[in-house]
């Protein structure tokens, strides 16, 4: 079974500060992973996607991929209280179907 | 991205009953997925939604409680059929825009809770 594992949290991080949101994953021919953001209720919102090894920056955010540790995470820089919500990782094993995996979610606060 | 509205965007069901959900799409899309998304919980992928063929159903669903309809590029239904308590969750839909990414874009989805 394909699993992608986060931490529930909370995480509870100062404005202003970076927040490290972490993720591990089990299929290791697994070739694309995504960020979601999710507002209590509301659907997800894609914040950031990466394919290959290394950093990928976009604003704020930073994703980072290690696929020999099996290990993805999202860096969230200058937080803002705007950003409270619960950060969903996903992941997609490949083949023409492209279904993605999801975790459980980390939830996030940012305190002013 | 695309833009995908959901009908209804929740209702309240008695037991026993059927619920048909609408996704609609603004432009074409290569696929279409149905979510569900239980109270606390994350996402698990109920089936992938195939233009003009039967659906394709993850383990633990099945066609006769799910049946799965998408008859052109821009729409699907998912049905809830004969529902319980148990099936009280937001269901969403998602699609995939391009044919060389895997980003899935989701709709605003569905939160049935049934009594």
């Known amino acids: 079974q394909k699993e992608v594992e986060q931490n529930s949290g909370p995480l509870s991080v100062p404005e202003g500060a970076i927040a490290s949101l972490n993720c591990t994953y089990s299929?290791?021919?697994?070739?694309?992973f995504f960020w979601y953001r999710q507002y209590s209720g509301k659907s997800p919102e894609l914040i950031m996607s990466?394919?290959?090894?290394g950093d990928k920056e976009d604003g704020r955010f930073t994703a980072q991929l290690n696929k020999a540790s099996q290990y993805v995470s999202l860096l969230i820089r200058d937080s803002q209280p705007s950003d409270s919500a619960t950060y969903l990782c996903?992941?997609?094993?490949?083949?023409?179907?492209?279904?993605?995996?999801f975790g459980k979610g980390t939830l996030l606060t940012v305190n002013p | 991205s695309a833009v995908i509205s959901q009908k209804p965007s929740r209702d309240i069901c008695q037991r026993g009953t059927s619920l048909t959900i609408q996704c609609q799409v603004d432009?074409?899309?290569?696929?279409m997925f149905w979510y569900r998304q239980q109270p606390g919980q994350s996402l698990t992928l109920i089936a992938t939604?195939?233009?003009?063929?039967?659906?394709?159903?993850e383990s633990g669903f099945v066609i006769d409680k799910f049946p799965i309809s998408r008859p052109n590029l821009t729409f699907s239904t998912l049905t809830v059929s004969n529902m319980s308590p148990e099936d009280s969750s937001i269901y969403l839909c998602?699609?995939?825009?391009?044919?060389?990414?895997?980003?899935?874009?989701f709709g605003e989805g569905s939160r049935l809770t049934v009594l």
């Open positions: 299929d290791r021919v697994s070739q694309s």
């Open positions: 432009s074409q899309v290569t696929m």
């Open positions: 990466i394919y290959s090894n």
């Open positions: 998602s699609v995939r825009v391009s044919p060389f990414t895997g980003e899935l874009f």
């Open positions: 996903a992941v997609n094993s490949g083949g023409s179907n492209y279904k993605l995996t």
């Open positions: 939604a195939n233009q003009g063929s039967e659906a394709t159903y």
